[in-house]
């Protein structure tokens, strides 16, 4: 199993450029979580999904950012426009529907925006 | 609600000495609790979980942790610690079964020197 995968790791941009984040979670799972990290407010959960149908994006800051997952294999998140204080290193994690499946996590996606 | 207070931000130790790392959490319900390790440049994985049953959880990479009701704590100990346990760590406290929406603490760094 490859594990959940991120792509890019690294995002440079300059403010007001739409970016976008892609993730592929682990086969089968139910569940996918989009994650923020940053010095100042720690590990936020953005949205999630659960059978590819989102569930609860209160935690998305503001209208510049949205989420998609087409299919069972695929989610973006999309920045537009993207502001320097979006820098952060952004997580995608994927589990199983059964009760306290555990976590699995990418290896993020350091977006700087310039 | 729930929330999650990581005592200390920063832990150095020296190879082979015990550590703890403390966790304390308040919620109104039922509360299942998790330790997760970062790597640099990785994203977080599971060390161990509680759910229920034996108060004292063993979890990968020789860790362990002891959930205590009264106290409302779910430290994080190893009885003798190596230089790749250099790492951060970080508790969740999930209401809910649904471990992406665990609220997480803000993170212990843990430095083994040599």
């Known amino acids: 199993d490859a594990g959940v995968i991120q792509s890019p790791r690294h995002e440079v941009t300059e403010m007001g450029q739409e970016v976008t984040l892609r993730c592929k979670p682990i086969?089968?799972?139910?569940?996918l979580f989009w994650y923020r990290q940053t010095m100042m407010r720690g590990l936020e959960l953005l949205i999630y999904?659960?059978?590819?149908?989102?569930?609860?994006d209160s935690g998305m800051p503001e209208d510049r950012f949205s989420a998609k997952m087409p299919n069972a294999s695929f989610s973006t998140l999309k920045i537009q426009p993207s502001e320097p204080r979006d820098s952060a290193v952004y997580f995608c994690?994927?589990?199983?529907?059964?009760?306290?499946?555990?976590?699995?996590f990418g290896n993020g996606t350091r977006l700087t925006v310039t | 609600a729930q929330s999650v207070t990581q005592l200390d931000s920063q832990v150095p130790v020296f190879e082979e000495a015990p550590v703890e790392l403390r966790c304390n959490y308040s919620s109104s319900v039922s509360v299942y609790l998790f330790w997760y390790v970062q790597y640099p440049n990785q994203g977080l994985q599971l060390l161990l979980k509680?759910?229920?049953?034996?108060?004292l959880v063993k979890g990968i990479n020789g860790f362990e942790a002891e959930f205590n009701k009264s106290q409302t704590s779910f430290h994080l100990r190893k009885p003798s610690v190596h230089i790749s346990d250099t790492a951060e760590y970080f508790c969740?406290?999930?209401?809910?079964?649904?471990?992406?929406?665990?609220?997480f603490g803000d993170g212990t760094t843990l430095t083994v020197k040599p």
């Open positions: 969740a406290v999930s209401d809910d079964g649904n471990a992406g929406k665990s609220t």
């Open positions: 994690a994927s589990s199983l529907a059964k009760r306290n499946s555990p976590l699995h």
């Open positions: 509680y759910l229920s049953g034996s108060t």
């Open positions: 086969s089968g799972h139910d569940y």
């Open positions: 999904f659960n059978n590819n149908v989102p569930i609860d």
